[in-house]
């Protein structure tokens, strides 16, 4: 079972369009972050969200958590090739708990 | 500053035979885990260990998967004996605390094809 469900699977877009994945869960989460991962490294953190409701900016990137703790969207404007990548959101369950990966948004932005 | 170091970062074996992946965490940081990646199943954790000690080894499949962490700033991951079903992108990463409020640090992986 997979807790943690991130759609779309595949996003194909031109630059300068504008993009919202999403990751969603029946499980209520302590925290939650989104990792971009390139061909051939490993994934890098870009945000934790810890706060129902929260929503954080980073550059072009909108990072909201549901009021529920339960779901997260990424929002990107004018996308860039640059950010093409694998997209993953991985929840916490408490300070002890496993820290739960979805499979990913795989983004790809053609120039 | 050096990052997750892992080794090698590609292995082509057969099926049946050892293979042994390693990992140089980030030095001071008391966490590291191994993850498993494959189209399929995505990212999954096999192991993870907190100042040398393994805390939570549910996520290795088999008693073939054993991993170790002799000290602070080196560990492996052994399968013995691989099978096809193992390819993968093997993930070593390391955090600092035990919040999961924390960043992980990963590496650049191990990717292992087992014929």
């Known amino acids: 079972t997979q807790l943690l469900e991130q759609s779309p699977q595949f996003l194909s877009i031109q630059e300068g369009e504008n993009l919202t994945v999403y990751c969603n869960s029946s499980?209520?989460?302590?925290?939650l972050q989104w990792y971009r991962q390139e061909p051939g490294e490993g994934p890098v953190l870009l945000v934790t969200v810890v706060t129902g409701g929260e929503v954080k900016k980073l550059k072009r990137l909108t990072f909201q958590f549901g009021d529920a703790r339960k779901d997260s969207s990424l929002h990107i404007t004018a996308a860039q090739p640059g950010d093409t990548g694998l997209y993953l959101c991985a929840g916490a369950k408490g300070s002890q708990g496993n820290l739960i990966f979805g499979k990913g948004t795989k983004l790809s932005v053609k120039p | 500053d050096a990052g997750v170091i892992q080794s090698p970062r590609h292995e082509v074996t057969e099926m049946g035979q050892e293979v042994t992946l390693r990992c140089k965490p980030i030095?001071?940081?008391?966490?590291l885990f191994w993850y498993r990646q494959t189209m399929m199943r995505g990212l999954e954790l096999l192991i993870y260990f907190n100042n040398n000690v393994p805390i939570d080894d549910s996520g290795m499949p088999e008693d073939r998967f054993s991993a170790k962490m002799p000290n602070a700033s080196f560990s492996t991951l052994k399968i013995q004996p691989s099978e096809p079903r193992d390819s993968a992108v093997y993930f070593c990463?390391?955090?600092?605390?035990?919040?999961?409020?924390?960043?992980?640090?990963f590496g650049e992986g191990s990717r292992l094809t087992v014929l």
């Open positions: 030095s001071g940081h008391d966490y």
């Open positions: 499980s209520v989460f302590s925290s």
């Open positions: 990463a390391s955090s600092e605390g035990p919040r999961w409020t924390g960043e992980l640090f």
